[in-house]
């Protein structure tokens, strides 16, 4: 038997190249990607402008799959949380998570984590592997199945309108894949997300900031969580490879080239580890040094049984927004979501990992 090649995570490139393969013309290509992205459907039976014959030979020579939803959570507050598995068995979660009349689906790059920062839960499960560009894709497709977007509606009733690159894994080892998955999931002839609607995550792999931001032209989010090198490198060891000072001048390097974005860098509250008024102090002066348009996203630490930090108090957590604030950077405190159902990166997987150990 013929292996079967998989059509979701085929740049719309190699899509034409695989039709004009089979003697078809471009405009073909176009329709089937309609058919994949705009409409979701898995079924070639059911794409009623293709040819039978076109169909019959679709059948036989590809495959539409979505990863398979091992286990799906929603939370009291709406988020919502799916454990999904690829082809091999390899697993990966995403979560929704909803704000008024829209919301982001947060989506993973990797099997586990080599970065290995210490306070996050999967980077204490080790790499396995990359997802491919179908596998990142994949997931989003079944995020609109569960909530029945397909075709994409427009703006105003979407639900699913953000994109966040910020679930298991580090973007920017697997470059290539989030690069081609970006590019499919911002296509205007198939799901259609605005490239402004979508933020990568990265914990600061320095050498990859600027080209996959520009080849895929989304938005840029950090993980900075300290304000000098010293704090930094004992909650992330990659601090040690790329210290701060070089991921700044990316961000310097990514603004220069395009000045209308902002970038957000995450923070972490960790009880007296990274959260004094001094701390925050630096950090507005490190904005300043840099000449960065940011903002921060402050985000109180969930913790996850075994690890060794503590959440900051809220009292400390406002006085230290107020300081960011005071100097002119936006530093919304995150709410967090979904609590019920350990929504924090990491933990459904590895519950689910220990249950069926
Ligand atoms: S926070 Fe992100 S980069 Fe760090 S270990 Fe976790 S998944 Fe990896």
Known sequence: MVEKTELIGLSKTELEQKLADMGEKPFRAKQLWQWLYFHGETDFDKMSNLSKALRQKLKEHFSITRPKIVTEQLSK???????????????????????????????????GCAVGCRFCHTGSQKLTRNLTAGEIVGQFMVARDTYGEWPSPT????????????????????????????????????????????TMSTSGIVPKIVPVLQAT?????VSLHAPNNQIRSKIMPINDRYPIEEILK????????????????????LDGLNDSLENARELVMLMKKYK?????????????????????????????????????????????????ILAA?????????????
């Open 155 to 198: 703006d105003e009733t979407r639900y699913l309108s953000n994109i966040v690159v910020m679930g298991m894994g580090e973007p920017l080892h697997n470059p290539d894949n989030v690069i081609k998955a970006l590019n499919i999931l911002t296509d205007g002839d198939g799901i259609a997300i605005s490239r402004r609607r979508v």
């Open 77 to 111: 507050d709406k988020t919502r949380k799916w454990l999904l598995e690829f082809q091999d068995g390899q697993r990966v979660e995403m979560v929704y998570i909803p704000e008024d009349g829209r919301g982001a689906v947060c989506l993973s790059t990797q099997v």
């Open 250 to 269: 990316a961000c310097r390097e990514y603004q220069n080239n395009d000045g209308s974005r902002y970038i957000t860098f995450e923070y972490l509250m």
């Open 292 to 340: 960065l348009r940011a903002s921060f996203n402050l985000i109180p630490f969930n913790p996850w049984p075994g690890c060794l930090f503590k959440p900051s108090p809220s009292g400390q957590v406002k006085a230290f927004a107020d300081i960011l604030e005071k100097a002119g950077f936006a530093a919304p405190v995150r709410v967090a979501r979904g609590q019920d």
């Open 217 to 221: 032209g989304v938005r840029l989010a």
């Open 345 to 357: 990166c990491g933990q459904l997987k590895s519950q689910k990992d220990k249950i069926e150990a």
